[in-house]
T-cell receptor, first 114, second 114 residues
Framework: DQQVKQNSPSLSVQEGRISILNCDYT??????FLWYKKYPAEGPTFLISISSIKDKNEDGRFTVFLNKSAKHLSLHIVPSQPGDSAVYFC?????????????FGKGTKLTVNP | NAGVTQTPKFRVLKTGQSMTLLCAQD?????MYWYRQDPGMGLRLIHY???????AKGEVPDGYNVSRLKKQNFLLGLESAAPSQTSVYFCASSYSRLAGATQYFGPGTRLTVL
């Protein structure tokens, strides 16, 4: 049973446009959400996170939005750059469970075309 | 400062052979993790450690053993490899066990079991 779902395996956007990556979750106990980015032949790297007490967190070109009632979060990248082409993983955690309870989605491969 | 390193980067085993994957981190992190990533899947936790000399099972521990004899090293062992263990293995570490703590990943080990 997938608790964290990234329903779009891939996404293609033009350079300069907005990229929107979506993530849905089923466990209402999740209260911390993270996005990781992964380039080929490298390990994932942390990108941005959000706590359930917020509905938005922004870091430069990256913004994560959280809609708790819909159990949905999204990552916005504006403007998109070719270097953003990577696989993006959404991850969620129940704050009581600790970092070992991090649950990852299957990932969305983003391609930004020049 | 190398961060998290993994040895080897690639390995091909025959069914029934054994091997050990080595993870090393130079960030003085207490917490370390072993994940596997299969095609079309998110990362799944195999085992983790909350400090030197301690280990615990994750989501998919069967067929694997681990040891944390030194704080900076976390070893993952396969005693009798099976084709189902063909995967990419990632090691990670974090400074905290809090749900939102950033996990720092190594570059991965691609293992094929024939």
């Amino acid at each position: 049973d997938q608790q964290v779902k990234q329903n779009s395996p891939s996404l293609s956007v033009q350079e300069g446009r907005i990229s929107i990556l979506n993530c849905d979750y089923t466990n209402s106990m999740f209260d911390y959400f993270l996005w990781y980015k992964k380039y080929p032949a490298e390990g994932p790297t942390f990108l941005i996170s959000i706590s359930s007490i917020k509905d938005k967190n922004e870091d430069g070109r990256f913004t994560v939005f959280l809609n708790k009632s819909a159990k949905h979060l999204s990552l916005h990248i504006v403007p998109s750059q070719p270097g953003d082409s990577a696989v993006y993983f959404c991850a969620a955690s129940d704050g009581k469970g600790g970092s070992e309870k991090l649950v990852f989605g299957k990932g969305t491969k983003l391609t930004v075309n020049p | 400062n190398a961060g998290v390193t993994q040895t080897p980067k690639f390995r091909v085993l025959k069914t029934g052979q054994s091997m050990t994957l080595l993870c090393a981190q130079d960030m003085n992190h207490e917490y370390m993790y072993w994940y596997r990533q299969d095609p079309g899947m998110g990362l799944r936790l195999i085992h983790y450690s909350v400090g030197e000399g301690t280990t615990a099972k994750g989501e998919v521990p069967d067929g694997y053993n681990v040891s944390r004899l030194k704080k900076q090293n976390f070893l993952l062992g396969l005693e009798s490899a099976a084709p189902s263990q063909t995967s990419v293995y990632f090691c990670a570490s974090s400074y905290s066990r809090l749900a939102g703590a950033t996990q720092y990943f190594g570059p991965g080990t691609r293992l094929t079991v024939l």
